[in-house]
T-cell receptor
Framework: DVKVTQSSRYLVKRTGEKVFLECVQD?????MFWYRQDPGLGLRLIYF???????EKGDIPEGYSVSREKKERFSLILESASTNQTSMYLC???????????????FGSGTQLSVL | DQQVKQNSPSLSVQEGRISILNCDYT??????FLWYKKYPAEGPTFLIS?????DKNEDGRFTVFLNKSAKHLSLHIVPSQPGDSAVYFC???????????FGKGTKLSVKP
């Protein structure tokens, strides 16, 4: 079974700190994603990557950056954490998603980040 | 503008009864739909999917129905169990949309 591992389940940081969220997948997936989940707002895409060293902005990239130096690892960086970045952060990976491939997106367990 | 809508934020059902979760979409190019279940403090897990060439897909207690003309899909859970209590997300992909588009979720509570 595909395993997507996020390095921390819970994190507490101070406003202004630089925060790194790490994600590793073990199934050689090309595609990796970072979402945040907030009550009433669903899953919102922050950044995604279709290949090593490649990154694309999602719907809410402001205040975030990403790094993908190796295929299996996708890092989310909060350059200067703010209280409105308190959220559940979810990493996901997949092969090419389409009705033809019948593939699915696999999620990690999530990191609950609190910025004080 | 939301392309995938789950208009019911919450649903409460008695154990043993049927749960019906609804999802509407606006993009007629979507051709692949997925449902995910999420427990608190955990990542979403895949539940069931359906391609636009089908109108029904079944997996145990879970059935997804797709009505392309109405741009509507629904997830049926029969019989509902207390362990089904979770947030359910509908997602779609297709056309020029290269990433999954998620709805905002419906919180299902199954009462014993």
């Amino acid at each position: 079974d595909v395993k997507v591992t996020q390095s921390s389940r819970y994190l507490v940081k101070r406003t202004g700190e630089k925060v790194f969220l790490e994600c590793v997948q073990d199934m050689d997936h090309e595609n990796m994603f970072w979402y945040r989940q907030d009550p009433g707002l669903g899953l919102r895409l922050i950044y995604f990557s279709y290949d090593v060293k490649m990154k694309e902005k999602g719907d809410i990239p402001e205040g975030y950056s990403v790094s993908r130096e190796k295929k299996e690892r996708f890092s989310l960086i909060l350059e200067s954490a703010s209280t409105n970045q308190t959220s559940m952060y979810l990493c996901a990976s997949s092969l090419y998603l389409s009705s033809a491939t019948n593939e699915k997106l696999f999620f990690g367990s999530g990191t609950q980040l609190s910025v004080l | 503008d939301q392309q995938v809508k789950q208009n019911s934020p919450s649903l409460s059902v008695q154990e043993g009864r049927i749960s019906i979760l609804n999802c509407d979409y606006t993009n007629s190019m979507f051709d692949y739909f997925l449902w995910y279940k999420k427990y608190p403090a955990e990542g979403p897990t895949f539940l069931i999917s359906i391609s636009s060439i089908k109108d029904k897909n079944e997996d145990g207690r879970f059935t997804v129905f797709l009505n392309k003309s109405a741009k509507h899909l629904s997830l049926h859970i029969v019989p509902s169990q207390p362990g089904d209590s979770a947030v359910y997300f509908c997602a779609a992909i297709g056309g020029s949309q290269g990433n999954l588009i998620f709805g905002k979720g419906t919180k299902l509570s199954v009462k014993p």
